[in-house]
């Protein structure tokens, strides 16, 4: 069975960072699809980033030039690098891991507020 644990979340001010972690345990398909969804209150859920097991990527229009995705294969983690926060990148942001199979995490909540 695959979990995955996010970590990272918390409250900053605008303007601030905040790197989120994502670790996938158990046996995964190789080629995956791993990225980041969020949900801010009453919203719907939404992509922010997403990143194949080859490196691509692809980001919401929202946060291009502020927020990177990375990869770590051998140890099957996901980061989220966030720059230059705003108050509406505030919500619950969501780990995803698409192979043969698909998974989410528990969320971890991200406030930007002063």
């Known amino acids: 069975q695959v979990q995955l644990v996010e970590s990272g979340g918390g409250l900053v001010q605008p303007g601030g960072s905040l790197r989120l972690s994502c670790a996938a345990s158990g046996s995964i398909f190789r080629l995956n699809v791993m990225g980041w969804y969020r949900q801010a209150p009453g919203q719907q859920r939404e992509l922010v980033a997403i990143i194949t097991s080859d490196s691509s990527t692809n980001y919401a229009d929202s946060v291009k030039g502020r927020f990177t995705i990375s990869r770590d294969n051998a140890k099957k983690t996901v980061y989220l690098q966030m720059n230059s926060l705003k108050s509406e990148d505030t919500g619950v942001y969501y780990c995803?891991?698409?192979?043969?199979?698909?998974?989410w995490g528990q969320g971890t909540q991200v406030t930007v507020s002063s």
């Open positions: 995803n891991l698409r192979g043969r199979y698909e998974y």
